[in-house]
């Protein structure tokens, strides 16, 4: 009638690993610990993992309903109304039971395997045995007092997988009654499989029979604290990187992707971000302490010295998928955790303050280990990478849009001194007003009458560069200033910058990454979105490039070629607005110029023959880009007017660098018809070392078969130069008559330069016979 009284713990104690604290409980894990040591059947596992189930749908001293609970917990709330300051929660009863059967569970895998694989001695006199294991009950770090002998504890060196993983596909565990082998002495030496590596598996995969990945997803939907869900999610990960069966039936069951229902909500609890960290980079998650908060020094200290586990890297490149999908790896729902983590850190409390400092310490340790471990760098090439990432950006820039918009909701938690509930009123009024101002516009489109005439302005073309806030770069307007702390996207857009430059400096072909990340914005983006994701990622393009042309190898000086290709690819495909318009001419011309001048940094950096083979694309490209862009320009429509003032801007470029712009092979390789084929351009052959930079250079050379380039390479065109004069011509036509003065202006000096440069093209096209009729030519 009474029940039992036990003074409820806190969550955040025991997710960091610490004891619930409930006697009672605490004898029946270690009672049952040492029975089903020696006898573990199927069945016993089946009860402990239908129980752990069981305790989701105990009500009763939840958060919600800890009044009702029996009076010692009501007199405890009563003294100590609940708080809301997190971390003091109370643990409820049901997830009290639920943290010591998962801990029991942990503790079953990491001593039955050890006792498979530890020495007869042991096993013949268990009552030594009791020592470490009494002593690894209270801290969960299960087995770790005997990781001197154990085997799961020491997955980083003692064994390399060999081919011999398939046949662990036993149905009932064998336990330790199995005899011992006589040489298992020596197995810190030898990089093979363990002496027992098979009986282990085994052993592993009758409990990957029982613990299925459904198993898993159930429990954490149903955990509604961070102390079980920690547990659930590191026995999960523990399964994961020893059980080669799981592992596999894992990612056939979706992988992490049913996990962004239920982890994500703990995106601050440390414990689970290790968890996850541990898979991500490859840490075997028993050497891995428990921390009560993340802290990056300590973080990096720990990950220098555990991660890049080879049999883990192994296992994790076996057991993929071939096509899985970005969102079913580890890193996208990492990345939803530090996206949520974004959104939590705009309120100025404690859960706020938590928020940051975890994403700072996350973020801080991937660039950390992206400095150090080349497996992490090759990981961070892939789309599981690239469109996580990305779709994150996205998210900081809705934050801070909604910030912007919305002073009520933004500002109100950093000024506590606004008492005046009239001027908070007021401000509802207006955020209200300018949201659906903003938001409406991109849903409904006013039809176009004709009394508007004078309001013409309604229809300048949306983001033209008047309205561009050029004091600001596109970071600063997007994500925040770089002296904000990083746990509010400034650490995420570094993580970006890391990847960009590391992919341009380092080897070959950077091209199709970027094109991927321009490619890899989340399909319900809003047009503001994409945008502001595009703008600062190419902001981040132009400061890689201007370092690469000051510092960089020739390869990559060729892979910001490259770059440039991409993002005429994106031009071309009708993605930019006018401000990305005009950064990408300014980038490509920049190359162009670095590239042509003589005494720079990179035209001294490229041997002859390499630097003719890179400038010709570069001003293909560069060519290409300009004459997009002045079309771009142009009104698309009958309620568009274009954009005079990116007009001029581009023609001032084109007027400024006429000469670099008609540099074409011909006149690059001294007219020797020798190495032309058709099209007049030599490309070089697979093996010669001028391979791979002629590759790099261009998106349209290296995108993979599944991407459409939108640009014609400079390989198939004929007279390059004769038909940019001839498109470029055709342009000017409509400016030498615009109503702009200086647009006027600078059409002609186009024009002049173009009749000095190339002279024959411009005769042709500007002077032609017309018979009259009494059968004289007249030259017009």
Known sequence: ?????????????????????????????????????????????????????????????????????????????????????????????????????????????????????????????????????????????????????????????????????????????????????????HHHHHYQHHPKHQEAQIFLSAFAGILTPVWFACILEGCREEASASAVLRLMILMIQNSRKFAVSFEEAGGFAPLVLSIPKF??????????????????????????????KQLCDVFDAESD??????????????????????????????????????????????????????????????????????????????????????????????????????EAPMTPNRQDGHHDGSDHGMSRAVSADSFGGDDFVEWPSENKGDRRASFARRGSLRGVNTTA???????GRADEDEGSGIGMVQLLHLVLSHAVLQGPLAAPLVSALFRSFPIHASPDQVEAFH????????????????????IAIANCIG?????????????????????????????LNSLTA??????????????????????HIARLTCLTAIQRSRPMGAYDEGDDDLKLAVLLRVGECMRQLLLVPSNLLGGQGTMRKQGGYPTPSPASRFFPLWQSASLSRCCPSSVNCTYPDLTIIEEPDRAFVVTLMADIHSMLLDKRRDIREQAVVVVVSLLQRRRGIMSELLITDIPRGDHRMETV
């Open 563 to 591: 770059v440039s290709s991409v993002l005429l690819d994106r031009l071309m495909a009708g993605f930019f607005t006018s401000e990305p318009v005009l950064e990408a001419v300014n980038i490509v011309m920049l190359t």
């Open 309 to 410: 586990a080879a049999d883990l890297i192994d296992d994790a490149r076996e057991s993929q998928r071939a096509h899985s999908d970005p969102s079913c790896g580890i890193f996208a729902l990492l990345a939803e955790c530090l996206g949520r983590n974004i959104q939590l850190a705009s309120f100025n409390n404690e859960t706020g303050r938590k928020a940051r400092s975890t994403n700072e310490a996350v973020l801080q340790l991937l660039g950390h280990r992206h400095a150090f471990s080349s497996s992490f760098q090759n990981f961070c090439r892939t789309p599981d990478f690239l469109e996580p990432l990305a779709q994150a950006l996205c998210l900081v820039h809705d934050e801070k849009l909604q910030k912007m918009q919305n002073p009520a909701f933004g």
């Open 1 to 185: 009638k009474n029940g039992w009284f036990a003074k409820p713990p806190l969550v955040s104690r025991v997710a960091a690993g610490l004891d619930p604290g409930n006697d009672t409980l605490l004898s029946c894990k270690t009672l049952l610990r040492r029975v089903l040591t020696f006898m573990l059947t199927p069945g016993d596992l089946e009860a402990i993992a239908g129980a752990a189930i069981y305790t989701v749908s105990i009500t009763g001293g939840s958060a919600q309903e800890a009044g009702s609970g029996p009076d010692a917990l009501r007199g405890d709330d009563r003294a100590h109304p609940r708080p809301d300051v997190p971390g003091q929660e109370k643990l409820a009863p049901g997830a009290v039971a639920r943290v010591y059967l998962l801990r029991l569970l942990e503790e079953l895998v990491v001593d039955g395997v050890n006792e498979i694989v530890t020495d007869d001695a042991k096993v013949g006199s268990h009552g030594d045995a009791d020592g470490p294991t009494e002593s690894t009950v209270e801290p969960h770090s299960g087995g770790g007092a005997n990781a001197g002998q154990s085997y799961l504890g020491t997955t980083g060196g003692m064994r390399k997988k060999g081919d011999s993983r398939g046949s662990s596909s036993a149905q009932s565990s064998t336990g330790t009654e199995s005899s011992v082998h006589p040489n298992h002495h």
């Open 535 to 554: 703008l600062v990622l190419i902001e981040h393009c132009r400061s890689v490039v201007e370092d690469v042309l000051q510092r960089g190898e020739p």
């Open 267 to 296: 995106s601050t609890c440390p414990s689970i971000i290790l968890s996850m960290l541990s898979h991500l980079l490859h840490a075997p998650i028993l050497h891995l302490p428990c921390f009560a908060t993340l802290d990056s």
């Open 598 to 619: 003589s005494g720079t940094y990179a035209s001294r950096t490229l041997a002859n023959v390499d630097q003719n083979l890179l400038v010709a694309d570069t001003a």
């Open 473 to 479: 770069t596109p970071t600063e307007r997007f994500v």
